[in-house]
Nanobody, 113 residues
C-alpha cells in the first residue's frame, strides 16, 4: 500500500522560509519521479516542482529561484525548501508519488503579508 506523508507546513510571514518533507512507503522510491503540487479552494492542482529518478528538476515559473526540491533515496524522502515566501504561495501543498492516485493528504502553507 502506497503511503505519502507530508510535513512542514504552517504559517509564516512574507519573506520567511519553510521546508516541506514527504516520506514515502510502499513504493520503490528510487524508480519514481516525484513532485510537489499545490491546490487552492477553487483551483485545479498545479505543479510546483518535480524531481525525476535521475535528479533532474523542474519548477513552476512563479517559484524559480525561491524554491528548491531535493530527494534522499536512502530515506525515501523528498523535500521542498521554500524561501522568500509570498502571500500568493498560500495553498495546500501535496506530495506526488509518480503514479496515478499516489498523493499525500496535503499540508497547508499560509503566508501572511
Amino acid at each position: 500500500q502506497v503511503q505519502l506523508v507530508e510535513s512542514g507546513g504552517g504559517l509564516v510571514q512574507a519573506g520567511g522560509s519553510l521546508t516541506l518533507s514527504c516520506v514515502a512507503s510502499g513504493i520503490v522510491f528510487s524508480t519514481r519521479n516525484m513532485g510537489w503540487y499545490r491546490q487552492g479552494l477553487r483551483n485545479s492542482r498545479t505543479m510546483v516542482a518535480t524531481i525525476d529518478r535521475g535528479y533532474a528538476t523542474e519548477y513552476a515559473d512563479s517559484v524559480k529561484g525561491r524554491f528548491t526540491i531535493s530527494r534522499d533515496n536512502a530515506k525515501s524522502t523528498i523535500s521542498l525548501q521554500m524561501n522568500n515566501l509570498k502571500p500568493e504561495d498560500t495553498d495546500v501543498y501535496y506530495c506526488y508519488g509518480g503514479a496515478l492516485n499516489d498523493w499525500g493528504p496535503g499540508t497547508q502553507v499560509t503566508v501572511s503579508a
